[in-house]
């Protein structure tokens, strides 16, 4: 297997004066391009401090992470980063938001300019471009948020429980919206999520994580046969339940 992500033998320690958490013992996967990989796990368990070190924002104890044979710390160009919290200043309306990152990267040339535009008309948000996040629903923010990340050209996305502030009904619509975005992207995606339906229908594979300090506990292949996937449409598939409780099994 051709690795493009590669995370080897991951240790993570938080240290405070009084007392060292060890967040994560050992884990060890790898990701190929283009592949959709789910994190998932008890509360607390280190699936965040994992992410944050895939990122390349927090040094890891012990381990290697590398992206296209190479650190992870000099990759940090290449790697989309979203939260919970879509992040949109308020004052600035959706097309200033989408440009911001590109404004602190001093990135604002006429053909990243142009990409962005592109990408707002192709995911219909073109035109909200004057309006201010306020006026809009908390899932077209979340896709807005998603467009500023892209608009940077990142070649690996990292979500860490990105739809888990929207309500259900809207959290399932831009689960799927979002999952064909980075398809047709061409994105390769890490995420972590507590909804084990988001993370089976989103994804190629699920690591499993154990409780803290973490390892990985299994590893479950969600394949929905060949073809482009729906998120939506694969929740009525039998093989959902199966993946489901496989995975609800492991953390109960
Ligand atoms: P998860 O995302 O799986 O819910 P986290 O990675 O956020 O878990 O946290 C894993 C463990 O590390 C938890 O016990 C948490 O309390 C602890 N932890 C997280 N961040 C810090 C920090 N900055 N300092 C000390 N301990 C932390
Ligand atoms: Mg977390």
Known sequence: MNAFLSVDNIQMIYQTPT??????KD????????????????SGCGKSTLLSAIAGLTPQNRGTIT???RDISLCRESIGYMFQTDNLLPWRSIYRNVLLGLEIQKKLTEENINYADELLKKYDLWQFRDSYPNRLSGGMRQRVALIRTLALKPELLLLDEAFSALD??????VSGDVYDILKKENKTLVMVTHDIPEAVTMSD??????KRPAVVQKTVVTDFGSGVRSPVSVRTDPRFQTYFNIIWKELT
Do not use: C
Request: aromatic share 8%; no cysteine.
């Open 67 to 69: 992206m296209n044979g």
């Open 19 to 24: 007392e060292e958490t060890e967040a994560v």
């Open 205 to 210: 594979r699920v690591i499993v994580l154990s």
């Open 27 to 42: 884990v060890s996967f790898s990701v190929r391009k283009g592949e959709f990989i789910s994190i998932v796990g008890p």
């Open 168 to 173: 259900y009904q809207t959290r399932v619509k």
